[in-house]
């Protein structure tokens, strides 16, 4: 039963490790694809997630809405959400970065630039979200994107929005793809590596103990009067 037992958690820890050290590989092909990823000038097929576009159109100011409780270097504020018309009449949905708002919970205000702009930025395709609890939207506040919370004249050109990297309407970039750096995850398979070593070194050792205690038992005392 002693081996049995380490044994099962020698094994969890080694495949704990292989687990973190294969997510490692995972993310550095991913950084690889989003390092090659195409620049691409408002493309008609749905671009590759992490592409980098060149748009040019107009921001349509009224339609703004605001990304709710986002925080950059200790502020509480908002991501700005300002869609965007480019000039074949497409719609494209900008994310144009953040507007400290403090614990306010009036409706933000931002300057927007009129007139025809040109912006680069890195596009995000939607994805899957858990659920909410509640209604997405309040007032001009969102709890997260969704393209569905705009009602506009047209569809949006792909399902996704424009992380604003360059051009006018920027204001402080906040967001950055959500990937945990691979050197985390190989320290994180070090670290099960070494609690399976560590469970080996405790199965042997306890049960070399074990077993040297039984006979120590079966072999009991020796008898009175020996010398």
């Known amino acids: 039963m002693w081996y049995l037992l380490w044994s099962l958690l020698v094994t969890l820890g080694l495949c704990l490790g292989l687990w973190q050290w ?18 691409l000038e408002a493309p008609e097929a749905p671009p590759p997630p992490g592409s980098h576009l ?7 100011t009224d ?17 700005v ?5 480019s000039e074949d009449g497409r719609l494209w949905l900008v994310q144009r970065g953040f507007l400290p708002t403090g614990p ?9 630039p009129a007139g025809e702009v040109r912006l680069r930025g890195r596009w995000q395709a939607a994805g899957d979200e858990p659920p909410l609890f509640g209604p997405n939207r ?37 967001w950055t793809p ?16 070494g609690l399976a070593l560590a469970a080996l070194a405790v199965m042997i050792i306890g049960g070399r103990r074990l077993a040297s205690d039984r006979r120590h038992v079966r072999d009991g005392p020796p008898p009175a009067g020996d010398a």
Do not use: C
């Not at 969704?146 to 424009?162: C, I, K, Q, T, V």
């Open 138 to 174: 309040e007032g001009m506040r969102l709890q997260r994107i969704e393209l569905s919370a705009w009602d506009l004249d047209g569809d949006f050109a792909h399902d996704g929005w424009l992380h604003l990297e360059r051009g006018p309407g920027q204001l402080a970039p906040w």
């Open 81 to 85: 959400l300002t869609p965007l018309r």
């Open 54 to 60: 060149i748009l040019q159109g107009e921001y349509l």
């Open 63 to 79: 339609a703004t809405l605001f990304l709710d409780n986002r925080t950059h270097d200790g502020q509480l504020g908002v991501a």
């Open 104 to 112: 306010s919970r009036a409706t933000p205000e931002v300057d927007t």
């Open 22 to 39: 294969e997510r490692a590989d995972d993310k550095r092909r991913y950084l690889a694809r989003l390092d090659a990823a195409p620049t």
């Open 178 to 193: 959500n990937v945990v750096p691979p050197s985390r995850h190989v320290g994180y398979a070090v670290q099960w590596w």
